[in-house]
T-cell receptor, first 115, second 113 residues
């Protein structure tokens, strides 16, 4: 079946350090998978951080970026310099646009950024 | 800005109890979804719908019913709640298409004791 695996958390980094959260996917039933990163801050719903719908393309938002790599089936999230306000839970997700936009999520990675 | 509102935000019920979780979206999206989120798991799709009166089965439907009464309203029903259904439930909505964003509510935390 379709699945997403991402870095086990929590991930703890110091402010201004770089960050990478790994994400790999398996899309056995989705012909043209879309890839997403969502973020959830405490007490809030999930918010879209970035999306890429075409293999080989890069998405970016708020200093985060991720490249859709079809060869390695990966969509790693990176940021060059994190801030304390980036502390949240990050979810990698695989989308099937043939049925609305059904999403298959990774387990989520808790990110803690300290001063 | 798309809005998805869930109610209640928190609910405690007893084993065997009857629970209804409500979701309303104000963006006239065709698709609505119910997910559950448990520690160690990502969000998992319970049911979804592409319009009033329509219901599609998701990946973890056992023990749940759902009903889409209008374009805006989607309900999740637990008729005989069990402790295994203690979870954080998210409702979401979207249009169809590759370049579409899914909008999520803030979640309902359900505890079955």
């Amino acid at each position: 079946g379709d699945s997403v695996t991402q870095t086990e958390g929590p991930v703890t980094v110091s402010e201004s350090e770089s960050l990478i959260i790994n994400c790999t996917y398996s899309a056995t039933s989705i012909a043209y998978p879309n890839l997403f990163w969502y973020v959830r801050y405490p007490g809030e719903g999930l918010q879209l951080l970035l999306k890429v719908i075409t293999a080989g393309q890069k998405g970016s938002s708020r200093g985060f970026e991720a490249t859709y790599n079809k060869e390695t089936t990966s969509f790693h999230l990176q940021k060059a310099s994190v801030q304390e306000s980036d502390s949240a839970v990050y979810y990698c997700a695989l989308g099937d646009a043939s049925s609305g936009q059904k999403l298959v999520f990774g387990q989520g990675t808790i990110l803690k950024v300290y001063l | 800005e798309a809005a998805v509102t869930q109610s209640p935000r928190n609910k405690v019920t007893v084993t065997g109890g009857n629970v209804t979780l409500s979701c309303r979206q104000t963006n006239s999206h065709n698709y609505m979804y119910w997910y559950r989120q448990d520690t160690g798991h990502g969000l998992r799709l319970i049911h979804y719908s592409y319009g009033a009166g329509n219901l599609q089965i998701g990946d973890v439907p056992d023990g749940y019913k759902a009903t889409r009464t209008t374009q805006e309203d989607f309900f999740l029903l637990l008729e005989l709640a069990s402790p295994s259904q203690t979870s954080l439930y998210f409702c979401a909505s979207s249009e169809q298409g590759a370049n579409t964003e899914v909008f999520f509510g803030k979640g309902t935390r359900l505890t079955v004791v």
